[in-house]
């Protein structure tokens, strides 16, 4: 007989879950023979698991509610993002108000934001959603980021650095192409041993094709946001002013000397 | 994204049912499973192809059902409505029977509860648990193990209880 492997609580809870190879199964099954008391705390678990899965088991029976049927939402997606009743209004408006007092609304119905200060939202946003994604925040990792690069300068039709924040105790995670309201943006990634993350924006500017750097802030993400050479850059975090600023310079600085 | 409904379909009952075990709530459940879908949806692009959608859902729903109970925690103490979720069991013994493991259930931690149903109700590996709760492998086990003392410590404690009260009395 082979000399086993100390049975661990581990293996036990695998055996309730039935995760154990025939191997150590045998020797699990072995030594709750020789182990009475173990053996019925382990059978009082196991039939545990088993009501708990007869409990909740006739919800998955259930047929689903109109709300969760996948067809729909699929072809509510396809629909229109953007409600049509807020320009439908608009235009109402417009047509009651006449010529003279029309162009007031001029600024509300075309693009409301452009410049550094859409950038710098886009930013907040990318932070919002991608930021917070603790399983998968980047789509390319820093292993790759000759990739990334290519992949991002390919779209954005600019070639686009990445500056290197580990002197500032920030590493490089890696990033993703992300949508905006102006076409697609590079979105890049830090983080620091606290796991605090930052989020680097860049794309192609038509408004403020180089504008210095301007802090911004939406809710608890502070940024600092510049354009330079037709490309822009925002960097946002969830980190006080004093310690974005100075960031930001380096990217600036090296995204000067780079390209 | 014609993938999508045979990758997805299947998985949506699955998900109700994490979902209303957590929440006890079927209105507030089945709310989270179209959140999470619709996410699911728009960032369909963005899923590792060789990486598990079964997986990449439950992570998607669990971490919105965290977010959910904290806002309910924050307004107030949480009213549980556990009968209202129990499906009718064939007869009354089996009815108290669930009645008393959903109270036992409830007396858990939410970090020991998900585990627990995670692993024990909706098959998912450790190695996937660990995933979808962004915690170690190794944190899994020890959860779960404690999950189930603590949950047969409530069964027991619940009914045995009882009874031993009952007979003192006689």
Known sequence: ?259 | MDDIGILVGPLIPPLRRYARALLRDRAAADDLVQDCLERALSRWHQRRAEGSTRTWLFTILHNLALNRMRTIARRGPHVAVEDAMLVGPANQEDALRHRDLLRALETLTEEHRSVLLLVSVEDLSYAETAKVLDIPVGTVMSRVSRARERLAAALDGQPAMRESHLRRVK
């Open chain 1, 1 to 259: 007989m082979t000399v086993d492997r100390p049975i661990t609580e581990d293996d036990l809870q695998a055996h309730i879950d039935g995760a154990l190879d025939p191997k150590r199964e045998a020797a699990v099954e072995r030594y709750l023979a020789e182990h009475p008391d173990v053996a019925r705390r382990i059978e009082t678990q196991a039939g545990q698991r088993a009501a708990l899965r007869a409990a909740f088991a006739p919800i998955a029976e259930e047929p689903l509610p109109p709300s969760l049927n996948l067809d729909r939402l699929i072809a509510a997606r396809r629909r229109p993002a953007v409600p049509t009743w807020r320009a439908a209004a608009a235009a109402v408006i417009l047509l009651a108000a006449g010529g003279t007092s029309g162009w007031l609304l001029r600024d509300t119905l075309a693009t409301p934001e452009s410049g550094v200060t859409a950038l710098a939202r886009e930013a907040a946003d990318s932070y919002a959603v991608f930021a917070v994604d603790r399983s998968r925040p980047v789509e390319i990792r820093a292993e790759a980021t000759d990739q990334l690069v290519r992949w991002i300068s390919n779209r954005l039709n600019r070639s686009i650095a990445v500056p290197d924040l580990s002197a500032s105790g920030y590493r490089f995670m890696g990033g993703r192409l992300v949508p905006t309201p102006h076409g697609p943006a590079g979105m890049l990634m830090y983080d620091d041993d606290r796991g605090t993350r930052l989020v680097m924006l860049v794309r192609p500017m038509e408004a403020e094709q180089d504008a210095p750097m301007a802090p911004s802030r939406n809710g608890d993400i502070a940024g600092y946001t510049w354009a330079q050479g037709g490309l822009g850059y925002s960097l946002v975090g969830p980190a006080a002013p004093d310690v974005l600023h100075p960031l930001a310079d380096a990217a600036r600085r090296q995204i000067s000397g780079a390209i």
